[in-house]
């Protein structure tokens, strides 16, 4: 079973910053992509942002100019930088890996966003 070990988030204050990272095993070889998703306390498990091998980037609307994604490609990480938050970001982020046309994820990690 593909383990996706993520870290970061917790509770921040409405305007602060939080950093979260995933790392995908070493011996998952050919990632065409890894991402964040967010699931609201809705249930609605939306996409947060992405990024392909090749650093193509993609994002939701609403984080736009406030999340960055990024990765390291030798390691197997990607990271979702996240800045000016709101109470609306608060949810479980999960880490997308996506190989072969198959995808992985994380177990998630919680942000709560405090105003």
């Known amino acids: 079973q593909v383990q996706l070990v993520e870290s970061g988030g917790g509770v921040v204050q409405a305007g602060g910053s939080t950093r979260l990272s995933c790392t995908a095993p070493?011996?998952?070889?050919?990632?065409?992509?890894m991402g964040w998703f967010r699931q609201a306390p809705d249930n609605l498990r939306t996409l947060i942002a992405t990024i392909t091998k090749d650093g193509t980037t993609n994002y939701r609307d609403s984080v736009k100019a406030r999340f960055t994604i990024s990765s390291d490609n030798e390691k197997k990480t990607a990271y979702l930088q996240m800045n000016s938050l709101k109470p609306e970001d608060t949810g479980i982020y999960y880490c997308n890996v996506i190989k072969g046309g198959r995808d992985y994820w994380g177990r998630g990690t919680q942000v709560t966003v405090s105003s």
């Open positions: 070493k011996d998952l070889i050919g990632i065409s992509q």
